[in-house]
Nanobody
């Protein structure tokens, strides 16, 4: 069992920045990847970014490349999502995810946080 707790969501203006955090606890030794999905009202959950825990390899959705950066702090079992140049279309609930293997589909992840709301005003 792995528990994930997100924080850092909020309301920002277009062009602003926000940093999300996700702290993992429990059987984290079985976790190989951590990352983020997001879901806007009326839309499917969308892959955002993931990072491998041991190697630090990163993968991004095309829609956020160059604007978002995912990183991790191994000692704290925490991943971060630095979001810059935010756009209104980034508005969504952001979910932290964890699993043994990398994937870009929501069903591939066993562990999910409760989500944190990010709202970008225009």
């Amino acid at each position: 069992q792995v528990q994930l707790v997100e924080s850092g969501g909020g309301l920002v203006q277009a062009g602003g920045s926000l940093r999300l955090s996700c702290a993992a606890s429990g059987r984290t030794f079985s976790t190989y990847v951590m990352g983020w999905f997001r879901q806007a009202p009326g839309k499917d959950r969308e892959f955002v970014a993931v990072i491998t825990w041991s190697g630090g390899n990163t993968y991004y959705a095309d829609s956020v490349k160059g604007r978002f950066t995912i990183s991790r702090d191994n000692a704290k079992n925490t991943v971060y999502l630095q979001m810059n140049s935010l756009k209104p279309e980034d508005t969504a609930v952001y979910y932290c995810v964890s699993d043994r293997t990398y994937g870009t589909e929501s069903y591939e992840y066993d562990y999910w946080g409760q989500g944190t709301q990010v709202t970008v005003s225009s």
